[in-house]
């Protein structure tokens, strides 16, 4: 795969685990680039990759549902002297309930967090990209969109609203050389809900073909794929990554 050209690319929810992972693929793989590490609280992450790669890896603070946010940060990274190609969607967050007892809160804060913030991501970024005719959307889905579990709803409706975003939008863009795809991860390694115990992972893992969760960098590469030029004819996709689960 060729190396593409010094580039600056911004990963939001840079701190978690699969945030961390993506950010640290694109650091590896492309030394002249520039990586933008959005993030709202937690920074231990994103502080280890700043002192691993000066210079490279900037810490950027994002709140993702804040169109003001939104437009400070492109700021900022467009006064650099690197082109903006790379947007990765990524920072979410889910509070599960029956729909029964999910209150509004609930429910507004999860469509917020995870769908808004795509909305708000996605228009801050189209008119830099069309400038240079060029432009790398990744948007975070999950499997949840597409396989929709009890207690969920307000998480997989924002899901499934990504994934036709994403549809959409591949739409409006493909003439101008700005692809949009999504990638929906089942469970990954690393990231499972806290609260589980290790005969309910090993019951969940039981259920997966492959019969183990994803690497986190096992996603990066798929995500670094997706930002490449080789592919520059894949747009509008959605990538399901859940070991043959569904």
């Known amino acids: 795969m060729p190396i593409p050209p010094p580039r600056s690319i911004l990963v939001t929810g840079a ?10 693929c694109f650091l590896e793989r492309e030394p002249e680039s520039r990586v933008f590490l959005g993030v709202r609280s937690g920074r231990d992450r994103v502080e280890e990759l700043a002192a691993l790669y000066p210079g490279r890896a900037v810490i950027l603070p994002l709140e993702v549902t804040s169109a003001e946010a939104w437009t400070a940060a492109l700021q900022h990274i467009s006064a650099q002297e690197l082109p903006f190609a790379v947007l990765v969607n990524n920072a979410g967050s889910h509070d599960d309930a029956l729909l029964a007892t999910m209150t509004s809160e609930q429910w507004h804060s999860v469509i917020t967090a995870n769908l808004h913030s795509v909305f708000l991501g996605c228009q801050a970024v189209i008119n830099p990209m069309m400038q240079h005719r060029f432009g790398r959307i990744i948007n975070i889905a999950s499997l949840s969109a597409l396989h929709s579990p009890a207690g969920q709803t307000n998480y997989s409706a ?14 409006e863009t493909a003439r101008m050389g700005i692809t949009v795809n999504a990638i929906a991860p089942a469970h990954i390694e690393g990231a499972t809900p806290p609260e589980w115990t290790d005969e309910q992972r090993k019951a969940v893992q039981k259920q997966v073909p492959m019969r183990r969760f994803a690497k986190a960098s096992e996603i990066g590469a798929a995500v670094f794929f997706l930002a490449s030029v080789d592919a520059s004819y894949i747009t509008g996709t959605t990538l399901k990554m859940d070991g043959g689960l569904v």
């Open 15 to 24: 701190n978690g685990v699969l945030g961390h992972a993506i950010a640290s």
């Open 158 to 171: 924002a899901k499934a609203g990504v994934i036709g975003l994403t549809q959409s939008l591949a739409k």
